[in-house]
């Protein structure tokens, strides 16, 4: 059973551009969050997806984030207009939901923004 | 969810036992103690989690106290590979569907095992 997989594991962008993050959950899981790890900083909660509905997306900046998990494919994290603040690692989390909470954390997304 | 509070730093010989402790005095009756980790670079790690009872499994053993207000987890033969920061998280595991909720990482404690 594979994990839960993120790509690409290393993106660079300039100023201003867009960037794409997938997240592949571990198979049968219908819970998706996205964290996010500043440098020397610890993690923090961006979003909380399931299937085609986002349930919380209290920690994303109000502005050129956006996030979605479709009913096909992978759940998409992305960031508009990149600013070198934006540079850091995004992880992505799977659970089964139900009665199951432990989270599964991915390899994670280091952006860097030049 | 309750506030969690843990030593920055600890060392530990190879093959040891290493005793992280946790703070959570404010934790609530319906309040899980879940601990993660994450080695250099890499995603966090789930490890364990409890509600009253010592919990054991393949990685680690849990021991809450009776008041619920602090825990411990044990590595019981401490690698140089444990070496990560490892997180204390109190927050309620809930089993309704579509209710469950996001992880809320302090700054952990620093684990170095040494050789």
């Known amino acids: 059973n594979a994990g839960v997989m993120q790509n690409p594991r290393h993106l660079v962008r300039r100023r201003g551009q867009e960037a794409r993050l997938r997240c592949s959950p571990m198979?049968?899981?219908?819970?998706v969050y996205w964290y996010r790890q500043l440098p020397e900083e610890g993690l923090k909660f961006m979003v909380y997806l399931q299937k085609e509905n986002i349930i919380d997306e209290s920690g994303m900046p109000k502005e050129r984030f956006s996030a979605e998990f479709p009913k096909e494919g992978p759940s998409i994290l992305r960031i508009q207009q990149v600013v070198r603040g934006d540079s850091a690692a995004y992880f992505c989390a799977s659970s089964p939901g139900l009665s199951y909470n432990e989270q599964f954390f991915g390899p994670g997304t280091r952006l860097t923004v030049l | 969810d309750a506030k969690t509070t843990q030593p920055p730093s600890m060392d530990c010989a190879e093959g040891r036992a290493a005793n992280l402790p946790c703070n959570h005095s404010t934790i609530s009756g319906n309040e899980y103690v879940y601990w993660y980790r994450q080695i250099h670079s890499q995603g966090p790690q789930y490890i364990i989690h409890g509600l009253k009872n010592n919990e054991t499994n393949e990685m680690a053993s849990l021991i809450i106290t009776e008041d619920r207000k602090s825990s411990t987890l044990i590595l019981p033969h401490a690698t140089l590979r444990d070496t990560a920061v490892y997180y204390c998280?109190?927050?309620?595991?809930?089993?309704?569907?579509?209710?469950?909720?996001?992880?809320?990482f302090g700054s952990g404690t620093q684990l170095t095992v040494l050789p």
């Open positions: 198979k049968g899981h219908s819970h």
């Open positions: 998280i109190v927050r309620v595991a809930s089993i309704s569907s579509g209710s469950a909720r996001q992880l809320t």
